[in-house]
């Protein structure tokens, strides 16, 4: 079965840095597009970040671009999201998701096309 598990949330001030990581069992996460999510209250769940399957190529949307990097330790079926220069617009409900391989390359922050998602961990970012 597989499962996605998040951590690493919490609040920072504007600037700051989170590490939110995402632990994946019942399947190899390396062989998956693999994808950070956001959703703010009221507002549509936001693609955040894509990696492809065995990590060589990333793909973010242009409001994280330079702040936020995605990466994945294969050793330990681990995907994490460092995000820098935090703000208060970045504030969310962080979601860990896995689609299959060719997803990355048809619609890569396209949140219809992941099949398999975490419970989410919180993100609050105060001015």
């Known amino acids: 079965q597989v499962q996605l598990v998040e951590s690493g949330g919490g609040s920072v001030q504007a600037g700051g840095s989170l590490r939110l990581s ?3 069992s019942g399947y ?4 998956y ?8 209250p009221g507002k549509e769940r936001e693609g ?3 990696i492809y399957p065995g990590g060589g190529r990333q793909y973010y949307v242009d409001s994280v671009k330079g702040r936020f990097t995605i990466s994945q330790d294969n050793a330990k079926n681990t995907l994490y ?4 220069s935090l703000k208060p617009e970045d504030t969310a409900m962080y ?17 219809d096309y992941f099949g398999y998602w975490g419970q ?3 993100v609050t970012v105060s001015s």
């Open 48 to 50: 955040v970040a894509v």
């Open 120 to 122: 989410g961990t919180q």
């Open 95 to 111: 979601y860990c998701a896995a689609a299959f391989s060719r997803v990355c390359a048809i619609a890569p922050l396209n949140a």
């Open 22 to 24: 995402c632990t994946a």
């Open 81 to 84: 999201l460092r995000m820098n």
């Open 28 to 31: 190899t996460s390396s062989s």
């Open 33 to 40: 597009c693999m994808g950070w999510f956001r959703q703010a």
